[in-house]
DNA sequence: TATGAATGAGAATTCATTCAT
DNA sequence: AATGAATGAATTCTCATTCAT
């Protein structure tokens, strides 16, 4: 969006522009119907342009693919680190983590959508390496929390860290399949009810 | 089950383990790879026949997926029909959909792999009209047991009902991602710790 | 027809009617539907058998085409022939070549097609060299009335007897795309009409 | 037509000469196989690309079918209401449908030969409707001229109208099956001997 | 940057036919 | 005579990708 304002300053950014367009086209549509089931020429027909032209600008479907997750999870890693880096005690740290991955849902819903749908198959392919490395680093951002909150009686401490850990990442990021942005219920809204139930029990006590 | 018996190995018993044989194949390759990305020649490869004999036996790659997903969930949907039959109390049965979840997870993986992973692309194609169906029955079932639970004071009564079943279905079914049978955690320890985050909270109270 | 008086007396009789009654059956697909777009499956489905059983009674589905035309044309032939040998003149010949072709399509409506519908894909199939040698027997027999006609002055002499016979032929035969029995207009009166104005075109008058 | 002169030939006029040369060899090749038994290899074979590169043209087998009738239907259509709009009385109009039928077949071989052989199984297919709705439109026709011919005296009024327009209709199209443009009788002397026949018999003398 | 034509590998499906039982 | 399972070749169609213009 930002860089539409400055959008054909000159050729290259132009290509930018052009670039973030496609890129944004593709994405919906991979959210949408699957990477598998999105041919180029899906894309290229909501850019209006043919198939053939996309190669203009990616050098392979794949590629596209690539530049979509890999874009999205490094932005969510400096926003995972800086909360970490904060050190704001472990249940803050907890709360933001939530927090800030409903943002994520409903800023970056077609990337984390696509993340979701497809890591099963990316993994394995040596260009998609990156994500098992970030898939890691999450884990031990997380994983830190838990153990910091456990260590300090903030946390139980008869619950396993690393199942806990699959726990609240698998709560948070399948709400992608349901979340609309604009809908009845805000992002921030099922951020609460989420951290409600987690931290104190769905139990009457 | 009843057809294994030395007694029913007749014709139509052959024809059934044939059958279900070929299901069972599918089902493990469709939950592996996906659907779209299972052509019927590894299906048949791994039969050990050749791909235009499959037709004998089904009339569609679409029919396969059919067939493995409607088997499920009509059991699934017996399940959890008894439980809730039972009324044992709204916190009983919660407790006892959560376990019966698992134990599918655990009996017939490939087919809540299969049931996560492609819903959402199934959706709208007529034949597969029935899988929305369950999903209603579903969760009419889930509701009716939390709203009970609120109204009973054994749940929490300031938590959105259609919230909280999305939270418990999602983070239910979402472990057959990471769960494998024969692991270091059997399933029935995964449930118990799920049931201890989900009831009583992730918080040291 | 016949056969089915005698239907299962003796074991080769039963056989016998069994193959009458699938050659009925195919020859109604065939018509139905094209030579081509019938499977042996349809034949088999519509016989109430499986289509590998088809195999005991025909050795192939070109057999089963062969055998209804072949029989088809025998029978028209000898009908022809004893026109023809009665030599009753040439305006009487001609007039019952023609009738006698109505009856054909009326009685076996469903040979006539298959013989009009695919004679064009037969030709040039060694087994069904026939075809050709019916058709110049065929065109030999009408020919013949003709020329004999143009000679006694019964027909106009300006028509070149060849075309002529196409003509005539055609007429007739493509009948059989329109004509239900059964329907409002009997053959006999499709008979009559044609000849009126065929005949009254042809006379010398 | 007009796109062939030098001017023309440009980006849109190549991609129509494209267009117009694969049906071109489709009608050639279903006329000659059929259209079931002409596959897409066949055409591609014929045209020196691969089968594939022809979805690039047409989005299916039945497409290229639909095509080529479509356009020679629309084309025939035009010439009829032509000849009838002109209104020169019942007898020289019959002559005209007649003349401009055997010009078709002469002009257009393929095509009518692929009408005649196909329309049979077309029928009932949606795509195909236009065929039925283009039959009724021409039968219109020849009936109006019909009638027209009895009631001014013209023709003779013992015959059935609708029969003798299937009489005339059926005699007409079916010599595009031995017709060959540029053998030893022209089209216009066939329908020269054509109208000698029929009409002599059709007139009130 | 874009077009338009083509490639080539592979997908699902069809179908006549075979054969052990 | 019939079944049921399988074959194997062919068919229509898909789609990422290439490349001359």
């Given at each position: 969006?930002?860089?539409?304002?400055?959008?054909?300053?000159?050729?290259?950014?132009?290509?930018?522009?052009?670039?973030?367009?496609?890129?944004?086209?593709?994405?919906?549509?991979?959210?949408?119907?699957g990477?598998?089931?999105?041919?180029?020429?899906?894309?290229?027909?909501?850019?209006?342009?043919?198939?053939?032209?996309?190669?203009?600008?990616?050098?392979?479907?794949?590629?596209?693919?690539?530049?979509?997750?890999?874009?999205?999870?490094?932005?969510?890693?400096?926003?995972?680190?800086?909360i970490?880096?904060?050190?704001?005690?472990?249940?803050?740290?907890?709360?933001?983590?939530?927090?800030?991955?409903?943002?994520?849902?409903?800023?970056?819903?077609?990337?984390?959508?696509?993340?979701?749908?497809?890591?099963?198959?990316?993994?394995?392919?040596?260009?998609?390496d990156?994500?098992?490395?970030?898939?890691?680093?999450?884990?031990?951002?997380?994983?830190?929390?838990?153990?910091?909150?456990?260590?300090?009686?903030?946390?139980?401490?008869?619950?396993?860290?690393?199942?806990?850990?699959?726990?609240?990442?698998?709560?948070?990021?399948?709400?992608?399949?349901?979340?609309?942005?604009?809908?009845?219920?805000?992002?921030?809204?099922i951020?609460?009810?989420?951290?409600?139930?987690?931290?104190?029990?769905?139990?009457?006590?």
């Open positions: 969006m930002a860089q539409k304002t400055e959008q054909a300053r000159t050729k290259s950014g132009a290509m930018q522009s052009r670039r973030a367009e496609l890129l944004e086209i593709s994405a919906r549509l991979f959210a949408e119907q990477v598998r089931a999105t041919t180029v020429r899906h894309i290229a027909d909501a850019a209006g342009i043919l198939s053939g032209s996309l190669y203009h600008h990616f050098s392979s479907k794949e590629a596209i693919v690539d530049e979509v997750l890999r874009e999205f999870l490094d932005g969510l890693f400096a926003t995972y680190k800086e970490v880096r904060q050190n704001a005690g472990p249940r803050d740290a907890l709360e933001r983590l939530v927090r800030a991955s409903f943002q994520a849902i409903h800023d970056s819903r077609d990337q984390v959508a696509i993340y979701q749908d497809e890591i099963k198959h990316l993994q394995g392919i040596p260009r998609f990156y994500l098992e490395l970030r898939n890691r680093e999450f884990r031990d951002m997380w994983i830190e929390v838990l153990e910091a909150g456990q260590a300090s009686g903030a946390f139980r401490a008869d619950l396993d860290p690393n199942l806990t850990y699959r726990f609240m990442r698998d709560t948070v990021w399948v709400a992608v399949r349901w979340y609309r942005p604009g809908g009845k219920v805000s992002q921030e809204e951020a609460d009810q989420y951290l409600r139930i987690v931290l104190d029990g769905l139990a009457d006590d």
